[in-house]
């Protein structure tokens, strides 16, 4: 156990093993030497980084997409997400990701804060998002198909979370981002 808050003790690394590599993601098993001296193995997901988008249009709703997530076998409602290619930065692939799931361009974006999505055995971050000043303007993307916009007035959404109707811990977490930053004075 660490003497001091914030003093953990990193692992020494002895061995690295890569054990899958896709387009998106790695998948290692690390041998480490712990803090306290034994051998121990982590088995940890390389993941390219991703952006998560509250996108509120001007009758003050938040545009959610309902789509099938094959680890789970079943659909889940959340905020428009996905990873960031390779030379794009955060801020296209926030406008990217809106055209391809909501068919949706925000003209205004604004950085709301980011977190590790499962830093236990994966690597990805996610940069978290405000779109807002939407127009029409649709971006197709193979993947998208099944994707079913939906719109929840703002003043509903923390019930659509703690019913249970929202459980993706990613727009949970830009959600509340979203609602701090509204309660700023400067901000709308």
Known sequence: MPEKKGEAKPEKLLMRKYIFEGYAMKLRVDTVLAADGHRSTREIIERIDCVAVVA???ADNILLVNQFRAPLWKNLLEIPAGGIE???????????EMREE??????????????????????????????????EE???????????????????ILDTIT??????????????????????????
Do not use: M, W
């Open 86 to 96: 390779k030379g794009e930065d955060t801020e296209e692939a926030v406008i990217r």
């Open 138 to 156: 649709p971006l197709h993307a193979e993947d998208t198909a099944g994707i079913e916009l939906v719109k929840i007035p703002a003043v509903q």
């Open 56 to 58: 509120v249009d001007a």
């Open 163 to 188: 019913s249970g109707r929202l459980q993706d811990s990613k727009s949970i977490a830009g959600i509340l981002y979203y609602l701090e930053y509204k309660k700023k004075p400067q901000n709308p």
């Open 102 to 135: 909501t068919g949706f361009k925000p003209a205004k974006v604004v950085r709301l804060g980011g977190f590790y999505l499962s830093p236990g055995f994966c690597s990805e971050y996610c940069h978290v998002y405000l779109a807002t000043d939407l127009t």
